[in-house]
């Protein structure tokens, strides 16, 4: 099916809540959205050194899936999607925290939200869908809306990493077998350099404080109009929570066994056991819960997962 726009490409992902919950994470699993969503609020909130003082804004809120698990921690949390379905979705998912507001977004650009209305802004796995020009003028409303001395996490895929490179040439294979009379797919995966991402946050007015490139994600954090003493204050506290904010070489090395798994280049029970025989920590966990969710949703394909007890 060709969509025209962001919006109807997401709704249509979001027909239902469980495709909606397949869209944000791939899993389909209450579970293992829940897992995800901890994972990613634990790198938001030391990126932003969330305090629980912040009003903190998402763009690309999905079905909520940081937002849940992330508002404790804000004074207020407001996310957007171009998808209203997705916000209907979550909105479902967060009912009961009374510090949350969602709202549906019509094109690029926060216009609801007022100048300087928050401390805090981020987006994750949001930007690398995203044409460039929609890419820069959603940086430059993240611009807007913060305040002076606010801060942004903002992340997108990393071309120069060599599994980013690889995930890159995922989509050239895929469109190199697709019908090339209809347009690309709008919803498609999307990559910059870390140079390339730079010039797009530095020319929407945001100061890059840290960037961690050392994966297959850029990520960077940069703030709006801080004072020298903040900037110093800032650029030390993200050297000091790197390990914290920054996706480890473990993480991009299962991630890059998971690709193998997803796009049919190695069997599921392959990953699995390689797993079983690396030390037990939380990302091998993590991943063993999610590769177990997609071999669920894969039966057709891959025959029944075995009952896999963690250690």
């Not at 508002?71 to 207020?76: F, L």
């Not at 890159?168 to 350099?193: H, I, L, P, Y």
């Not at 991943?287 to 029944?304: D, H, N, P, S, T």
Request: net charge negative; aromatic share 10%; glycine share 8%.
């Amino acid at each position: 099916m060709e969509f025209e726009s962001y919006s109807s490409f997401w709704n249509q992902q979001a027909a239902t809540p469980e495709a909606a919950l397949a869209a944000v994470d791939g899993s389909a699993s209450e579970d293992i959205v829940r897992r995800t969503g901890r994972w990613t609020a634990a790198q938001v909130r030391a990126a932003l050194g969330l305090d629980g003082s912040q009003r903190v804004l998402e763009l690309g809120c999905g079905v909520g899936r940081i937002g849940r698990e992330l508002a404790r921690h804000c004074r207020s949390w407001h996310g957007v999607d171009i998808s209203a379905a997705m916000v209907e979705v979550a909105s479902s998912r967060l009912a009961g925290l009374e510090n949350v507001t969602v709202s549906a977004l019509t094109r690029t650009t926060l216009e609801p939200l007022a100048d300087a209305s928050f401390e805090r802004a981020y987006t994750v796995a949001v930007l690398c869908h995203m044409d460039k020009e929609d890419l820069y003028l959603y940086l430059r409303e993240i611009h807007r809306v913060l305040a002076d001395g606010g801060l942004a996490y903002l992340e997108t895929w990393n071309l120069a990493h060599p599994m980013g490179w690889k995930r890159w040439r995922f989509e050239v294979d895929n469109w190199d077998r697709a019908d090339q009379t209809r347009r690309k797919d709008v919803g498609r995966n999307q990559f910059c350099s870390p140079e390339e991402f730079g010039l797009y946050v530095s020319g929407a007015g945001l100061e890059p404080l840290a960037r961690f490139i050392e994966s297959p994600w850029i990520q960077v954090v940069a703030g709006k109009n801080l004072s020298e003493k903040d900037r110093r204050r800032e650029r030390a506290r993200l050297t000091e929570e790197k390990a914290r904010i920054a996706y480890s070489p473990l993480w991009g090395e299962l991630f890059g066994e998971l690709l193998e798994v997803i796009y049919g280049v190695r069997p599921p029970g392959e990953m699995l056991a390689a797993l079983a025989e690396r030390e037990p920590n939380d990302e091998t966990e993590l991943f063993r819960a999610y590769l177990l969710a997609l071999w669920r949703q894969g039966e057709a394909q891959w025959g029944e997962p075995p009952s896999v007890k963690a250690p």
